[in-house]
């Protein structure tokens, strides 16, 4: 069974600059992580893979990140966590791709590795927005479910899972090929072993751009993303608000008078 994993590499501090020109994330410079929900997916995907060995399927699991050259960080240490491979989606072709493009370009990659699984984490929590799993399956017409909180069973067929829902779980069964994105609940991420360190400084990282993927350029980056950042601000900082102390009758009568004020009652 090949399993794939799709990881973005985040900012990893709270201290987030912003391009005035291109309203984009400033990325060089700034201390990054593997994104913590795309930890998830890669637990399950390796962790999956071990379920296949044992009843017989050889598995593998690659790792595709769509980011700037040093995302090959992020890469490497998915390596020492337990990936097969890894590969690198970077070309300046790519800058300021919104949520669609860059779905598209990691489903372009991924339709060049033609696996039976893909995970993904829920979403990332530089932009919060839960889009690029779900539209890498819409960009390969591949099945899907999100917000999965547990593989029941799976074979080289079908997935039996559940999945997390408003209202509690249900059950959901998918034909393989399919994506899957995953709740931080389904595991326990691992930390890397000694041995895997060392895999990871030595594995070569394949990298492909604009060209090996053949997207064009209307396809990808600023041109291509139907949707752009029109304005960035900082909301005002919240004024201290009013203490109201006092016992139980006179802090009844103060507080029923503020919120009078306040029109509120």
Not at 111 to 126: R, T, Y
Not at 208 to 216: F, I, K, M, R, S
Request: charged share 25%.
């Amino acid at each position: 069974m090949k399993i794939c994993c799709c990881i973005k590499q985040v900012p990893g501090t709270t201290e987030v600059k912003i391009n005035p020109e291109t309203n984009t994330l400033v990325r060089e410079g700034v201390e990054t992580q593997i994104n913590p929900f795309d930890l998830y997916a890669l637990e399950e995907a390796i962790r999956t893979k071990e379920k296949m060995a044992e009843a017989g399927e050889e598995s593998t699991v690659t790792v595709i990140s769509m980011g700037p050259p040093q995302a090959e960080d992020a890469l490497r240490e998915a390596i020492s966590l337990g990936a097969d491979e890894a590969i690198l989606l970077s070309d300046r072709a790519f800058a300021g791709s919104d949520t669609w493009c860059t779905s598209y370009v990691l489903a372009m990659a991924i339709k060049k590795i033609e696996p039976d699984l893909v995970f993904c984490g829920m979403q990332a929590i530089d932009g919060d927005t839960g889009q690029v799993g779900p539209g890498i399956a819409v960009h390969l017409d591949m099945a899907q479910t999100a917000y999965i909180a547990e593989i029941r069973s799976i074979d080289t067929r079908k997935m039996v899972a559940k999945r997390l829902i408003e209202e509690g779980y249900e059950t959901v069964e998918l034909k393989l090929p399919a994506l899957c994105t995953v709740v931080k609940e389904i595991n326990e991420p691992r930390t890397a072993s000694l041995r895997g360190k060392m895999a990871a400084k030595k594995a070569q990282i394949t990298k492909w751009g604009a060209e090996e993927l053949q997207t064009p350029e209307d396809k990808v980056g600023l041109l291509g993303s139907p949707t752009q950042v029109v304005k960035i601000m900082t909301p005002p900082c919240r004024e201290g608000g009013e203490k109201i102390t006092g016992e139980a009758p006179e802090l009844v009568d103060k507080l029923y008078d503020t919120l009078k004020c306040l029109e509120v009652v």
